[in-house]
Every structure is written in structure tokens, then in C-alpha cells.
């Protein structure tokens, strides 16, 4: 990119990489060809200029499936080098840090963030394991499976409760911001329909096979195997959280405390939403590496990997707690499954999980303006 381009795109835009979308979304609306293959290019198709907001949702939108850049015939290395997948991958990962809470953190984005996540973990661990150790020695190496006598419920539950609520008001304190910048003026609730139907199309993954049924990487066949990793990680990860929803349940209205049987339903829930965990996430890191590199240009993979890392810890030190919780090695187990949690809680806001709320509030913007689009039409 010229020199120029660069020092111009800070006048009329705030970073290169929103610049470069632009340049892109203007080339592509005038060709048009890819118009079937996502819900990007209608959406870039009601639009003559590109704001900041414009670029972030549409980035957003994106499901970086890779269609559009084979089937471009401006694709590197065509001098108009349109990579249409790489340069909104950097516009999505830019937009993370953008509307992050406080704007303090929003650096942590650009951190090693598994790094960061690894240390809080073990650091919480290690602060549970050292203060039982201390005040109960035995309480540390218990065969009874009494996970109150390592942590009283109390404080379990406002230690967690507190890292779950911070979390949960910077998560809403981003989506205000990215609602707002976005320029939609409409509650994303405020229309059950476009609602609904992003609901449909995020819980099936829609887009992310691109018009293909497919998604590409290095193979000569494309494969769907990525879709179904994500969904593998996806409602593994709903799973897991009604399991602690129904377990919070049990204890608070029918007095009944963890650890629960084998057949109880936090226990089932927890289980099979474990083991999708751990099958997604695999699936996940090895996808990616089968991926064309061409397709990974733009992301930021050490978001990406730190992310999934953290799932794959969540799910397999809860596992092995669950196995091996009437043996010595619980408390030291159940120390650590903390610890990791505490620390999937505290980074949430500031890793890869908030692509997924902010592509979710994409496609409820998309199918708004669809709706707007033919009840116009229909008058």
C-alpha cells in the first residue's frame, strides 16, 4: 500500500487495516460476484460509503470461511490484491480491542493472552491449595470428596460470582458500544422476527460454509469438519454451564450439596458438554493447521489458540475432577479446575470470546436490515 494511502487512512479512518476494508468494499461493490456467498456482500450492498462502524460490522459478519477469496478473480496476486478474508480478520480483531471495558484493558488484546490466562490460573490455584494446605492440611489430600471442606460454599460462591459479574458487565459494556457504533438506532431485541432468525442462523453456523457447503483449507476437497468442531465447542460449552446453572439450583432449593452421583443431571449435563469441549477444541487447533495458510493471513491466531487453550483446560480439569474425586489427588484437582475458571471468567472480556457476541448482534443487524429492506419493497 502507498505511503500516502496510509497517512491518508488516519484522516478518513482510524487504522491502515480499516482503510484497506474500505478500499475492498468499494472494489467489491462494484463487481457484485460474491453477492450469494455470505450475508457480508448484501449487507455491503446497501451501503455507498464505509464508516468505521460500517467496516466493524461487516468484519464482524464475517465468518472467515474463505469462499469469496477463491472465487475472487481480484485475489492476490492480482494488482488489486482483493483479500477480502485477511484484511476483515484484522478489521475483527481491531474491533475487540475497540470496544473494550474499561479501555484501560483493551491492550490485553494485544498480549500473549494465553500467557496472562495460564499465570491467573495457576496463581489462583496455587493461592487455594496454599491457604487449605495452611488452615487444613488434611482437607488437601481428603479421600471424602467434600468439596466444602476444601471451600466453603460461601466463599466459592462469592469469589466466583464477583469474577462472573465483572465479567458479564464489561461483555455488556462492549456490545453498547458496538451496537452503538455500528449506527443501528433498534434494540437488537426490539423485532422478534430479524431476532429469530439470527438465532437460526447462529446456532447452525450458517455462514461459515460459505455458498459451498463447505469450508476451505489445504485439502483438495473442502471439508465441514470446522463447523462441526465449533458446534462440538459451542454446546459443549452451553452444556457445561446449565450443569452449574442446575447444580446452583439443587444446592439453593433442595438443600442438596456437590459432589452429585454419577446419574444426577449436573453431572450428566457436565459431562457430555466436557467431552464436546475437549473434542471441539482439538478439532479446532487441528483445523486450523490444516487450513490454507492464505486464509490465516489477518488473524490473530495467538487470541485464537489462548481461547480455545483456556475451553480445553476448563473442560479436561473438570473431567479429571469428576473421575477422580474420591481419590487424594481431589483437592489439589478441584484447586485447579478453580483456578482455571476464575481465570476463563476474568479474560472474557478481553480474548476470542467476544467474537461470538459480536457476530451474534452482526447477524441480527443483517437480518434487520433484510426485513426493513422487503417490507419496503412490499410497499
Sequence with gaps: MPQTDIAGSVEHHASAALYEADRLMTVCNSCRYCEGVCAVFPAMEMRRAFSDGDLNYLANLCHNCGACYYDCQFSPPHEFAVHVPATLARVRSESYAAYAWPRACAGLFARNGLAISLILAASVALFIAGFVGLSDPAALWARDAQFYRLMPHNAMALLFGAAFAYAMLALAMGVRAFWRDIGEAESPLSQRGPLLQAIRDAGRLRYLDGAHGDCANQEAAPSDRRRLFHHLTFYGFLLCFAATSVATLYHYLLAREAP????????????????????????????????????????????????????????????????????????????????????????????????????????????????????????
Design 260 to 379: 452429585y452421583a454419577w446419574y444426577d443431571l449436573p453431572v450428566l449435563l457436565g459431562s457430555v458438554g466436557g467431552l464436546a469441549m475437549v473434542v471441539g477444541t482439538l478439532g479446532l487447533f487441528a483445523e486450523k493447521s490444516r487450513r490454507d495458510p492464505q486464509l490465516q493471513a489477518g488473524v490473530a491466531m495467538g487470541m485464537d489458540r489462548a481461547f480455545l487453550a483456556m475451553l480445553l483446560l476448563t473442560a479436561a480439569t473438570g473431567l479429571a475432577l469428576l473421575l477422580l474425586r474420591a481419590t487424594p489427588a481431589m483437592g489439589l484437582l478441584l484447586a485447579l479446575h478453580l483456578g482455571v475458571v476464575f481465570a476463563l471468567f476474568i479474560t472474557m472480556p478481553y480474548g476470542k470470546f467476544v467474537h461470538g457476541i459480536y457476530r451474534f448482534l452482526a447477524l441480527v443487524r443483517a437480518a434487520q436490515e433484510r426485513h426493513r429492506e422487503l417490507a419496503g419493497a412490499n410497499h
